[in-house]
């Protein structure tokens, strides 16, 4: 059964989900210079956020809120992460992949979360030792242990998140697994991991909103995480390692010798 917690979450998501439908059915028809995209999405993750933040606080008024539109609204030792759309991209262009982020940290641990994708109407919750669900359905991270039939996700960089040893990174992955994604939403590319779609995910220089309830999502669903060099992650890291477990270690030491 849910816990209370992600009954609050799962609220304040699916009523801010409604005006992410409704601006990513308006931007599907919007013809309008690149420009003005760019506003409308800012004034969309806005509306999204206050949205969440006005659920959320009816609850938890005292608690600290985390968020990548409103920054940092300081409160007591439990803290709530507000990512309001991961996958800003694929918003833009019209790709229904798209999650609305909400986790909940105490003492710098994140012990609940939920990824709503409000257009594939797809629920992911977590709490710690509850395991990991998408709508009603129990995840579990794939069993594959040869790299070479694995799929791996990562997020590729660009502009000025591009990093020297990138290509190396992906050359080494397409040599020995059975290929790479990219999908846009390391939030929802974590959730695929604890789904057992993807077998593995990394990323560089991400911020605590894109990767808080995914990290859960993945042990929960018997998965492992880390940094990229295999090092324990914790919230501090903006870096992501993620697997099914049985390949963590062949694919840090790949994404480590470069
Ligand atoms: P966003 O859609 O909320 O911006 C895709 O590679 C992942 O990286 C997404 O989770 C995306 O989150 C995040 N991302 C995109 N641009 C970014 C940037 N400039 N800095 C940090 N993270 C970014
Ligand atoms: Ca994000």
Aim: proline share 2%.
């Amino acid at each position: 059964m849910q816990p209370a917690v992600i009954n609050i979450f799962e609220k304040a998501a699916k009523k801010a989900g409604r005006i992410l439908i409704r601006d990513f059915g308006e931007i599907e028809n919007l013809q309008i210079e690149s420009k003005s995209v760019g506003d409308f999405v800012t004034n969309a993750d806005l509306k999204v956020e206050k949205s969440i933040l006005e659920t959320l606080k009816y609850f938890y008024p005292n608690y600290t809120y985390i968020t990548e539109e409103s920054g940092i609204i300081k409160g007591d030792e439990n803290a709530i992460v507000i990512d309001p759309i991961d996958g800003t991209s694929n918003f833009i262009h019209g790709i229904p992949h798209v999650g609305i982020i909400i986790a909940k940290m105490t003492n710098n641990e994140i012990t609940d979360g939920i990824i709503y994708n409000p257009i594939l109407n797809e629920f992911f919750w977590t709490s710690k030792g509850k395991g990991s669900w998408c709508n009603d359905r129990r995840l579990r991270v794939s069993n594959r242990s040869n790299l070479s039939d694995c799929l791996i996700g990562t997020g590729l960089p660009f502009g000025e998140r591009i990093y020297k040893n990138y290509l190396s990174e992906i050359d080494e992955i397409l040599k020995t697994t059975a290929g790479i994604r990219r999908f846009g939403s390391a939030g929802l590319d974590l959730a695929y991991v604890a789904a057992g779609k993807l077998d593995g995910f990394w990323e560089a220089d991400l911020n605590l909103w894109d990767l808080s309830t995914g990290t859960l999502l993945v042990k929960e669903a018997g998965g492992r995480i880390s940094k990229i060099n295999g090092e324990d992650w914790n919230i501090d890291c903006r870096e992501i390692l993620a697997s099914n477990s049985n390949i963590h270690i062949d694919l840090s030491e790949k994404l480590s010798l470069l």
